[in-house]
């Protein structure tokens, strides 16, 4: 039996534009392979940090375009080493580990089924040393699905300023929307100043070309680009450059109309098998994105589910390892096809429904 993966937050194969790409990738060689086969700035290929730049309307100096937006967070780890961030709960765990290796504080904001919590923010902000910045993916949060309403960005971006508090967005989903009208970003809310914003081409094209980005204010760009120098010398301006190509064609936009019906197909086979299989557990209804967060009735435990879980041929990720409940799991329904959905989702329940022995 194969196992179903309802734990890789990952796109499906069919949502990468291979042939796409593999032209875009011979182009920028042919054309310009001396520049994107050298060493380069290490703030990024300058058309794509322009266009970038163009599209969040700032400065191209203001964006830093690294090797995925991970290896961003990273370099702000570093820069923050031995300092307090907040982060919202549940949230994805890379940076939850990668921030803890760095000596930080990780201060919690509670959520609900609204996105982050105010007060629970302000009670944070109180609670403790001045927070080098807060953490937050407003938008199909990984790991839970769900969105921060408009009512409560304006909130957020309001106390970030009242408390000159610096808020990282972390918006790679915001783009794969499959319904429901986009709602602004904090960063366009704001207006870039007590608001920094990171997204990725990893879920809009691929995720191998390792291409994500920051806009940051300018003195933190440069520090971080410092921090690129000493690590990497110079980003992947092949990465960098067959994205731009990609962009400048005009497949990006096109490619995401035909990635939201593939991955909108997934999400409603997701609900659906939810609802008809274990009707008694409660889970998030996204409007986009990779993920839906579900709390599991009663005692049961997800690091337990998931041993049973994994006998039966399904897997998924423990909420705990989000910081969520021990009654909670993410669960992706990105890279599997439709009637895996309905097959793993049929699996788990299941051995949901099984007595545990004592
Ligand atoms: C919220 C969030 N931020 C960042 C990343 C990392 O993206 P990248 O591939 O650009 O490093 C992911 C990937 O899953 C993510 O879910």
Partial sequence: METISLARGIPAPECIPVEELADCARAVVEQDGVRVLSYGPVGGYQPLREWIAQRHGVAASRVLVTNGSLQGLVFLAERFA??????????????????????????????DEEGLELESLEDALRAGDKPAFLYTIPTFQNPSG??????????????????????????????????????????????????AYSSSFSKTVAPGLRVGYFVLPEALERELEALAVSTYITPVLLGQATVFEFLRRGNFDANLERIRPLLGARRDAMLAALQHELPSASWSRPDGGYF????????????????????????????????????????????????????????????AAEPVAA
């Fill in 146 to 195: 769900r969105t921060l309403t408009l009512a409560r960005r304006r909130e957020l971006v309001k106390l970030a300023r009242e408390h000159d508090l610096l808020v990282l967005e972390d918006d790679p989903y915001g783009l794969v929307r499959y319904e429901g009208e986009p709602l602004p970003s904090l960063f366009e809310l704001d207006g870039g100043e007590h608001v």
């Fill in 82 to 111: 031995g300092q307090r961030v907040l982060v919202e709960v549940p949230t994805y765990d890379r940076p939850l580990k990668l921030l803890a290796a760095r000596g930080i504080d990780v201060g919690s904001v509670a959520m």
């Fill in 292 to 351: 839906v967060w579900l709390e599991l009735p009663g005692a049961v435990d997800a690091d337990d589910l998931l041993q049973r879980a994994s006998a039966a041929g399904v897997t998924f990720v423990p909420g705990q390892d989000f910081g969520g409940g021990p009654n909670t799991a993410r669960l992706a329904f990105s890279y599997v096809s439709v009637d895996e959905i309905g097959e793993g989702v049929r699996r788990l329940a299941a051995v």
